[in-house]
């Protein structure tokens, strides 16, 4: 009798010692990384996804293929793990520094240099490998050598894809902040155009995700650059694109602050005075103008990032008459903006 309470406790220790063991290991196990394109198959529906990846094979030649195919190859072989390497190559030993130059060097006299491929398809090499490659580690430094290769090309070919594939991950949320940076830094990268007709796909999907994104993660991490794109592609497409933001900020107060912020610097340092003004008589809710006015403050006190003085005389009246409200208000207690404002006022004053 006793011992068979004996083996029964043994039993109930050993099953209760798995489950802790499996539950540390569920717990502690490294998180999966994930391509941008299964990403963006998370993103979609399998009718959506299934016609996409119909039209995507039926785009990608023999050629193209075989070529990205060579990329893995070489990234594959490497006699290190990709995801114990970093992006800044400095910070890599010598031995891994020389391999990632030989990649580099691989991608230059197959592709970059390659007589024999166009513009487009250089691009679309490189765009596929970088887009459905399962890159390990947060800092990989093979994903940086194509970025970078793939930025150089400035291919405004790419914005379709690039805007379809960044709308379809946003979806996922903080999921998909990396990803989604990364897309932007290329879509950065690209020159311009105003007779482009995707410059609206920019548009549309910027305009979209800022008003979708509510955690203050993915507003820090992505507004900075999201916000100056979708800034310049309006301007250069001649639609009101700060509205747009104001709109977004107005419907988000998680991200709000940093929207307002990054606007705020962009009117002000645009040769376009109108612009300024017209973020000022913008039709903001109460939190929205408090997030601008902390902006305000924040970039034109006396150790701000802005010296009031490189500021041109018709921009100085537009802030000095909205100053001069956003105090009369008494909208909480905020002694830099009054400080702010008695600075401007005395410039305009004096001149």
């Known amino acids: 009798m006793m011992l068979e309470l004996i083996l029964k406790k043994l039993i109930v220790i050993v099953v209760l010692s798995v489950a802790s063991l499996v539950s ?15 990403l963006q198959q998370s993103g979609l529906l399998n009718d959506k996804l299934e016609q ?36 800044i190559l400095a910070r890599n030993s010598e031995g891994v520094q020389k391999y990632l130059n030989d990649f580099s060097n691989f991608i230059d006299s197959n592709i970059m240099n390659n007589n024999n491929l166009t513009n487009d398809e250089k691009a679309k090499i490189l765009w596929e490998l970088f887009k459905e490659y399962n890159w390990r580690g947060d800092d990989n430094a093979f994903k940086a ?53 995707a410059n609206q796909n920019v548009i549309d999907t910027l305009s979209t995700d800022l008003r979708a994104i509510n955690t203050r993660n993915e507003s820090q991490n992505l507004s900075d650059m999201a916000i100056p794109l979708l800034y310049n592609y309006g301007k250069a497409s001649g639609s009101n694109s700060i509205q747009d933001i104001v709109l977004a900020a107005n419907n988000n107060p998680q991200a709000s602050l940093s929207y307002m912020n990054s606007l705020f610097k962009l009117t002000l340092n645009d040769t376009d005075s109108n ?57 909480g207690d905020n002694r830099d ?3 702010v404002q008695i600075a401007v006022s005395k410039l305009v004053s004096h001149n």
């Open 24 to 38: 540390l290991y569920l717990y502690f196990k490294p998180e999966k990384n994930y391509s941008i394109a299964e």
């Open 52 to 87: 996409k990846q119909k039209e995507n094979n039926s785009e990608i030649n023999t050629n193209i293929k075989l070529r990205v195919q060579s990329l893995k190859d070489f990234i594959d072989k490497a006699p290190f793990k990709q995801e114990d390497t970093h992006a």
């Open 145 to 197: 050598v194509i970025k970078d290769h793939l930025m150089y090309l400035k291919n405004p070919n790419l914005i379709p894809d690039i805007t379809s594939t960044y709308s379809d991950i946003s979806k996922l949320g903080e999921k998909s902040v990396n990803a989604r940076h990364d897309l932007l830094e290329i879509l950065n990268s690209i020159d311009i155009d105003p007779k482009n007709s």
């Open 275 to 331: 612009n300024l003004q017209s973020l000022l008589q913008s039709n903001m809710t109460q939190s929205t103008k408090e997030d601008l006015n902390h902006s305000i403050a924040f970039n034109l006190k006396e150790d701000g990032s802005v010296q009031l003085s490189t500021i041109d005389q018709k921009s100085l009246g537009f802030l000095n008459q909205y100053l001069t409200n956003a105090v009369n208000e008494k909208s």
């Open 337 to 339: 903006l009054q400080q």
